[in-house]
C-alpha cells in the first residue's frame, strides 16, 4: 500500500509539473507583435502645420489717388507753320518745371485747394475688376518748358527770308510752353502681383501697365520773332502712349502710398501757337517719376 501510494504521488506531482511549464514558459517570453501593429505603434503622431495668417482681400473695388511727379524729355525738332512762316528748329532741349519742395510751400502750394494745380500732378481714379487686374482714368498735369538761350539747328524760310545755320532762341524770338499744362488723359491696364515685403500680414503688391490717351494742352507760346502776341488757351493736340512699372501698399487698411515709373512717347501735330491760325508740330520721349497717396472705397 505505501509503494502504491508514492507511485499515485508521483505522477500527480510530474502531472503538475507538465501543466505548469507551458504556462511558466509563456509567461516569460516576450509577446510578439505583428509588424504592422509595431509599425502604426511607433509612428508618432502627425504634428499639427501651424496657420499662417494673410491679410483678409479689401472689397473695395473703386480707388482715387492724387500725386506729383518729375519727367525728363528728349530732345525734339519742332515745326512752326503759319503766316509768313514755315520753319523748324531741330534738337530742343525741354525741361519740366515741379513747384520748389519747401516746408511753407507743402502748405501753400502742394496741399492748398486754391493752388492744388500749379505743381505737376497725378490724378488717377481706378476699378479692380479682378484680384489681380486694374483698369483706370490717369490724368498727368505734366509741364514742357524750352530751355531759353539754347543754339539749335533751323532750316526754313521767315518772312520770306531763307533760314539755315544755328539760332539762339532768346526770349524775343520764342516762348515755348506746355506749362498749363502738358496733359495727358490716358486709359491705363494695370497687372499686379501680391508681395511680403513689408510682412506677411500686411498688403503690398508690385504692378505694370500700358497705357495711351489724348493730349490736351494749355500751351503758352510767344512768337516773337513775328510779332505774335502770347498765346495760351486748351487744345487738343495730339495723342501719347506709355508703359510703368511701380510698387504700392496699403495702411489704415483703406489708404495706400503708390509710386510709378513711366516711359511714354507724345505725337503733337497741332499745337496752336497763335490766335491767328499759326501752329506748331512736334514728337518726343519722356520718362515719369510719381508719388501718390489714395484711398479705396
Request: with cysteine; proline share 4%.
Amino acid at each position: 500500500m505505501k509503494t502504491s501510494y508514492t507511485a499515485v504521488g508521483v505522477s500527480s506531482l510530474l502531472a503538475s509539473l507538465l501543466l505548469a511549464v507551458p504556462v511558466c514558459w509563456a509567461q516569460s517570453t516576450p509577446t510578439t507583435l505583428p509588424a504592422a501593429r509595431v509599425a502604426q505603434q511607433q509612428t508618432a503622431a502627425p504634428t499639427e502645420k501651424p496657420t499662417v495668417t494673410t491679410p483678409t482681400p479689401d472689397v473695395r473695388k473703386w480707388s482715387f489717388s492724387w500725386g506729383w511727379n518729375r519727367e525728363q524729355y528728349s530732345s525734339s525738332d519742332i515745326h512752326f507753320q503759319g503766316a509768313g512762316h514755315d520753319f523748324t528748329l531741330a534738337n530742343v532741349q525741354a525741361n519740366d518745371r515741379q513747384a520748389e519742395l519747401t516746408l511753407a510751400n507743402i502748405f501753400q502750394t502742394y496741399l492748398n485747394p486754391l493752388r492744388i494745380t500749379i505743381p505737376q500732378t497725378n490724378v488717377r481714379l481706378a476699378y479692380q475688376y479682378a484680384d489681380n487686374t486694374a483698369i483706370a482714368i490717369n490724368l498727368d498735369h505734366m509741364k514742357y518748358v524750352m530751355a531759353t538761350d539754347q543754339l539749335v539747328g533751323i532750316s526754313g524760310a521767315i518772312n520770306g527770308v531763307a533760314q539755315s545755320g544755328n539760332q539762339v532762341l532768346t526770349t524775343n524770338f520764342l516762348t515755348y510752353e506746355h506749362t498749363d499744362g502738358l496733359n495727358v488723359l490716358s486709359v491705363e491696364w494695370e497687372k499686379q502681383k501680391p508681395v511680403n515685403w513689408l510682412g506677411a500680414t500686411q498688403h503690398a503688391r508690385v504692378f505694370g501697365l500700358v497705357g495711351g490717351g489724348i493730349v490736351v494742352p494749355k500751351s503758352n507760346v510767344e512768337l516773337g520773332v513775328m510779332g505774335r502776341p502770347r498765346n495760351d488757351q486748351f487744345h487738343l493736340a495730339g495723342y501719347s502712349a506709355h508703359i510703368g512699372a511701380g510698387f504700392e501698399a496699403d495702411f489704415l487698411k483703406r489708404f495706400f502710398v503708390r509710386t510709378t515709373a513711366k516711359m511714354g512717347y507724345v505725337d503733337l501735330p497741332d499745337v496752336w501757337t497763335s490766335a491767328q491760325n499759326d501752329k506748331a508740330s512736334q514728337t518726343f520721349d519722356y520718362k515719369e517719376i510719381i508719388f501718390a497717396v489714395g484711398a479705396r472705397f
